[in-house]
């Protein structure tokens, strides 16, 4: 189907591209809402169950229709969205059946009473009365057998969806259907379908929205069971951690990491409160590591920007070795504020070479402020040379720190100014001599050793 927002199927012999807005998902229907590309036809998706039905061309929906119920009441899921790309590559979409071919395979695959709650949701389509003297005519058939539960079932769908219906009194009457129901209440409450669609309607609740997700593990819908976690992570954001423990389980347990990291980047954006945000940022950087995608991971973390917690140090650590440059000017050591100082040794050894090579000694100390309180060698030699950087008379402790840390170049532009502070004072000659040979300069250090031995002669 190539990417998730845009689709095909064949029409006519003519394919035609679909370009995918959203997702509505309610009492086990999904519906793709999709457009042509010059967004003149508006064209719906039909599945239930993660299964696809058909599709349609939908110039209008009916006011009263299920599908409006759908569009109004249902979980909402715009595109992009990894569940549309999930539900999409479960189905081989190449043309829509006819309505007919669909009624034939619903039959086919669910039970009466299944059947009967699928079928409301072409009323935008089909002739309500159509559609009620197909439910009549089921509620004939379920009580020729004897099958009463399964005809008050499908009565129930009527009531509930088409509570305005004159009954068809050779078929039932008001009276009698509610006889039946009373009779069959205890097992009516037992009905997963009429539970279902219960649940859907009160999926405000707490108890509500925890009942549906139990039911739709159990039933390993997960697909519907991933939508319910994303719909209450937007909308319930103080239930945050539970439900994203939750989440977590779900994706650990039946989603490869590269689907992991998808749906979690979805949950991904500013307007997230912060702390819910930097959850959401440790398990996006655990799956990037977990991928090998050691340059997703670095990036991820400069442009975030987030501190990590020290158990995830590890993983700067493992991502900073694997990289093949480091941006240090997007990369800060905000993010490395909550690291130990042996976490820290480990990353500033690693770090070191890019930070000399990237910034002076007074861009460095500026980088290192937010762990400066930590006692390392290296930011308490960047502390010292950061106090002396400007100082004359000390250019010759910089350079010997400088040195210290392998950054000849460096070093030796400060014992070039303390020679020239110094003229006659051996001490930066002997340094530059020193410096010179080491940078494979053989006749600046001659030039320099001579200059070293007549400035002891004349001592």
Not at 221 to 248: M, V
Not at 358 to 372: A, E, G, M, R, V
Request: proline share 4%; aromatic share 12%; net charge negative.
């Amino acid at each position: 189907m190539g990417n998730e927002t845009v689709m095909t199927w064949n029409e006519n012999l003519k394919q035609v591209e679909l370009d995918i807005q959203g997702i509505y998902l309610y009492q086990g229907f999904q519906v793709l809402e999709t457009f042509t590309i010059n967004k003149d036809e508006c064209y719906y998706l039909f599945f239930y169950k993660n299964q696809f039905l058909t599709g349609k061309m939908t110039s209008k929906m009916k006011r009263k229709s299920t599908l409006k119920q759908i569009v109004s009441k249902g979980i909402y899921l715009p595109s992009p969205h990894p569940i549309i790309n999930m539900l999409v590559s479960l189905n081989s979409i190449q043309k829509f059946p006819t309505f007919n071919m669909t009624w034939k395979n619903i039959n086919k695959n669910n039970d009466k009473v299944e059947a009967a709650h699928i079928l409301t949701i072409f009323d935008s389509y089909i002739k309500k009365d159509k559609i009620l003297s197909v439910l009549n005519q089921m509620v004939v058939q379920s009580k020729e057998t004897y099958n009463y539960l399964q005809s008050v079932g499908i009565q129930k769908i009527m009531v509930e969806n088409y509570p305005n219906h004159i009954w068809d009194k050779s078929v039932m009457t008001r009276q009698d259907y509610e006889q039946y129901s009373l009779n069959y209440q205890s097992e009516l409450e037992m009905d997963p379908l009429h539970t279902e669609n219960q649940l859907y309607v009160q999926l405000n609740s707490v108890k509500a929205y925890n009942l549906l997700q139990k039911k739709l593990r159990e039933e390993s819908r997960i697909l519907e069971s991933l939508a319910l976690y994303c719909h209450r992570l937007s909308s319930n954001p103080e239930d945050f951690k539970l439900n994203f423990n939750g989440l977590i389980e779900t994706l650990t347990t039946h989603f490869s990491e590269i689907e992991t990291r998808s749906i979690l980047e979805s949950f991904y954006h500013p307007s997230i409160p912060l702390k819910n945000k930097e959850w959401i940022h440790q398990h996006i950087l655990s799956h990037l590591i977990a991928l090998e995608d050691y340059e997703d991971a670095f990036a991820f973390m400069a442009k975030e920007k987030i501190p990590l917690p020290s158990n995830q140090m590890h993983q700067v650590l493992l991502t900073i070795k694997n990289v093949n440059s480091i941006n240090l000017k997007e990369f800060t050591a905000d993010i490395l504020i909550h690291a130990d100082s042996q976490q820290l040794e480990q990353i500033l050894n690693v770090l070191t070479p890019k930070l000399l090579e990237q910034f002076d000694i007074k861009n460095i100390y500026h980088w290192l402020t937010p762990i400066l309180h930590h006692p390392l060698p290296f930011i308490n030699t960047v502390k010292a040379m950061y106090e002396i950087r400007e100082e004359p008379d000390q250019q010759h402790i910089l350079g010997e720190l400088y040195y210290q840390l392998h950054q000849l170049p460096k070093a030796l532009d400060c014992f070039l100014w303390d020679e020239e502070l110094n003229p006659t004072n051996p001490r930066p000659i002997g340094w530059l001599t020193k410096l010179y040979h080491e940078l494979g300069m053989e006749e600046e250090s001659k030039s320099y050793q001579y200059l070293y031995k007549q400035i002891q002669k004349s001592s």
